[in-house]
Every structure is written in structure tokens, then in C-alpha cells.
């Protein structure tokens, strides 16, 4: 699926990518200076889903496990800080602390579950461990208020002089936010624990006969994914003021493979572009047609048909074309 | 214990009708390794098609003929110019099937509007039939019968004739199958038709009891997931069984616990893929 020595070396570790890289986190910084809050909120939103993306393409573009239930960590951090708001909890930090307890525990559970699946069995059964938790949150009335969600959620007080409830003040934090956890990926692909993560990717069996204990890395890396995912749900909870079981829907899951694939798997960029292109394509059609659902279907559709690996991939095709 | 009997034929019904539903996605599984997302979209489309047509001209038959034929033919449009080009690679087909599953939904939110609706039953089938002393609709019935139906003709078709044999081969070695002289793209062509089918048959029977509205499509996706996770991914006999335990779990969860009735429902899938991660009659991939 993945063109394994290619995808890592195209990453982060080559100029281009860091380039742009570079050229994105400068464009953002200076967005409250020059856009109106309207397109503010719109690349907060790119942000946190890019952060979202990058979370699954830990397990999926680097580690080859594919998810189709990653929205349940996502919405367990957007629920977390959403009861400890509504509890009176403002701490930035009890908050954030929480919703990473709660959420890497809920994925150590999962990761016990679904590591022992491959292929489509994989997909399943992480499709229906989200959907268990999904229909928790859908049912249970008294503490999650079913299909109504949790409104009325405050963002937390800031850090000494660091305001977070306006709305500049909250837009750097989401930028400071994303600018150190995708250094902090950046860091970890480039590790040894990721190097293994690749190898074990491209070859389960020789990775073992080597002498790595194969499950292992790809329960860690199952955590740390399912970690990354709720702080994103959690900075989705505190700019939107309002958690609901869509958090935690097939969409969200399914929405954050397209980022992922649209990008590219197994690049740092790639989810965050394509985590980019899909909020920004969403707020500009849905301004424009009832219908960004279909549209975002038939995105669907041209992504598996003509970019099955990705921007990254087209890009890696038309450098080999081109010597 | 009339209340157990009436609970025991509504379970056993659901049972029949979500084994009509996701024998489909089992077939397309077992024979083509490609895990229909649209397969609800199928269920949904039909249904909506059918009580456009019964809305027109009135007839139950021609509805029924309708939803399914038009269903089919958007199935075969999708096997042939789409799924094929990317054959083989199991998270495409996946995320394509899912975009496939967002625009037929959409586009039935656009055609059909967002009010739920149903089908009419055929008028003899309408009355209530005393069943052991109970009541009970002789509209549930006809739904068991009808199941019981299409799990023997699958099982026929698959265990006794040459068509069946040649699927079964398919589904154990696609390679040997192709070196045998099977034609391997016709057959999954004719899988993923019957599949759509099946898919369109269980929108139409299922019509008049639980009706369509926003959203089937996916409910009906993951109520089909739950059953072939406990029966074992592309095992029709898997289908069957895990049907039943489904539908009896769901209407005793509703009618014993109605407010955990999700948790109940996916509560036995949990366990079963904690102790047994294939399902009861899958095999290891």
C-alpha cells in the first residue's frame, strides 16, 4: 500500500517538506493579524483536525494498522473536558491531564482488542468498539445528554498573562498546541521506536525475527495515537463550546482516513494538508450548496480512483517522471 | 409467557430480516474480499425507490420489482467502473464504498426529503395471526418466511450447485480457481449483483416494519457489522446464526433494558471478539 523507504525518506526529514512546512506554521501565526474571526475559526478547525489526521497516520501511515474507529478517542477528549467544564473544573491543565488519562486508557483497552485483527477484520472491529462507545454516549441520558450533547462549555483560564477566552488568545493556543505536537510526531517517526514502527510496517515477520517484540511497538503506538486524538477532540470541545456523539461518529473516523490518505500515508505533511484542503473545501462548499456531503463523498471516490498514496505520492511519481 | 412467545417471534422476525440484510455483505466478503460500506446505502436506496414506485402506481409487486432492479443496476455501475480499477487493496475499496455511502444517502436526503416513511403492506398481509395462543402479526411472519427462504436458497445455491462450487473455490484460492478455467470476474460480478440484491430485497421486506428515513443507510451498515462479526466475516451459515443472536439480543435488550438497549446490542459482539476475534464460523484470514 505504502512505497515504504520512499514515504519516510519524502517526510519530514526531506528540505521541501520542512520548507513548507515552515512556510504553513508562519501563514497560520499571522492569520488573527489579517483574517476576520470567521476565517480565525476555520483554520483553528484546520489545525485541530490536522492534529486529528496526524493522530491516526501514527497508526495507519506509519505503523500500517488501519482504524475506521478513531473518532472514539477524539470525542473521549472532547467529552472529558466537557464534564470537567460543566463540573466547575477551569484548570487548563486538570482538563488537558484528564482527557489524555481517559483517553490513552480507553485506547490501552482497545489496542488489547483490536491488535490481534488484520485487514478488513481490523477495520471492523475498530469501527464497532467506536460504535459501542458511540452508543453509550448516544444513550446515557443523565451524563452525557444523549443525542443532545453537552453545551455550555467554557474554555479554561489561561496560562498567567495567556488569555483563553478570546478568541486571538485561544487561536495561538490551538496554534501553540499544533506547532509542538507536530514537532513532537516529527521527532518520534524520526526515532528509533518509529524507525521500527516502518520496518515492522513493510515486514511484520522479520521485524520479529530480529528480535522486536512486534506487539509491543504497535501497542504503544496505538496509545500514543489514541493520546494525540483526544487532545484534538479536547481543543474541538473548547473552540466549538459543545460536544455531541457526532464527536464520536463513523463520519469523524471515516472523514480522518481521507485526510490521512488524501495527504499521504506515512509522511509528516501529508494528513496535515490534507486535513487542510478538507476544512477549507467544507467551509467554502457549504457556503455555497446544501449538498457538501455528496461533494465530500465524490472526494471519496476520486482519492481511492486516482490518488490511492496521496498528494504525496502523485508529487513522488511526477519527481521520478522528471529526473 | 405470552410475553416471551411475542418477544421470541419479534426477535426471531428482526433476526430474518437483518440476516436478509447482511447476508449480502458476507457474500461480497467471502467471494471478493471487499468490505461494502455502501451496503446499507443499497438497503436504503431500495426501500426509498419502492415506495416512490408503490406511491405511483399502487401495485406492491412492481414496488418490490422496481427498488430491486434499480438497486442492482446502480451495483453492477459501481462493481464494474469502480471497485474494479482498484481491486485488491482492502482499505480503498473500503473508503471508496464509505464516499459511495455518503452521496446515495445525500442524494436520498435531496430526492426523498428527510420525513421517515414506509412501506405499505400488502393487504393480506395486514391482520394479526394467533400464533400459540398470542397474536401477532401476520406481517412478521411473512419476514421469517422469507428469511428462512433466502438461507435455504443461498445455502442450495452455494452448497449443492456448480455456480456454488465454483464460488466456494474462489473464495478458498482465487489463483487456483483462475488456473482452473474459473471465470473469476464474472463470478464476482455476479456475487456483488446478488449481494446488492439482497441488500435491496431486505430494504423492501423490511419497508413496512421499521421504514426508512435519514441515516438507514448507516444503521443498517452497522447492524449488519454486529451480525457478521458474530457469525465470521463472508460465512453465510455465520450470517444466519449471528442474525438470530442479533435480533433476539436487540428486541429482549429493548423491550428488558430499553435504555441501554445500544449496549446490549453491541455487548455480545465485544465478548465474542474478545474470545473468539474470527467469529463463531469465520475462518483465520
New interface residues.
Partial sequence: ?IDGNDAAADGARSKPGMRLLLILLLALATVPLAADSYVQGVAARMMIFALFASSLNLILGYAGL?S?GHAAYFGMGAYAVAKLSLAGVSNLWWQLGVACAATSALAAVFGL?VL??????L???T???A??VW??A????AFTGADDGLPGIHRPEGILLWDLSGDVGFYYFVFAVFAAMIWAIRRLVDSPFGRVLVGIRENERRMGALGYHVWSYQYVACILAGLIAGVAGALLAWQNGFVGPSYLS?NYS?TA??MV?LGGAGTVLGPVIGAFLIVALESIVSGMT??W??V??????L???FA?DGLAGVLRRRARATP | MSFWIYQLLVGLSFGMLLFISSAGLALI?GVM?I?NLAHGAFYAIAAWLAIQVAGYSGSLWLAAVCGIAATVFIGILIERY?LR??AG????????T??????????A??AWGGTPQTLARPDWLTGPVRVAGVAFPAYRLFVIAVGVLVGALLWYLQARTRVGAMVRAVADDVETARSLGINVSLLSSGAFATGTALAALGGIVGGPIVGVHVGTE?EVL?LS??V??IGG?GSLPGAFVGAIIVGLVDTLGKALVP?????T???P??LI??VR??GLFGRE?
Fill in positions: 500500500m488501519a475506521l482488542l490481534r485483527a488484520k485487514g478488513a477484520y477495520l471492523m472491529i469501527l464497532a468498539l460504535q459501542v452508543g453509550i448516544y444513550g446515557w441520558r463513523v471515516a482516513l481521507i490518505i446544501e449538498r456531503v455528496m465530500l463523498g465524490a472526494i471519496y471516490v482519492v481511492t480512483l490511492p | 466478503y474480499r468490505l469502480l480499477r482498484i487493496d482492502e482499505l480503498p475499496q473500503a473508503l471508496m464509505f464516499g459511495l455511502m455518503l452521496i446515495l444517502g445525500d442524494f436526503l435531496w448507516l452497522l457489522f454486529v457478521v462479526i466475516l435504555d441501554f438497549a445500544l449496549f446490542l453491541f455487548a459482539m465485544a471478539l474478545a476475534p474470527t484470514p
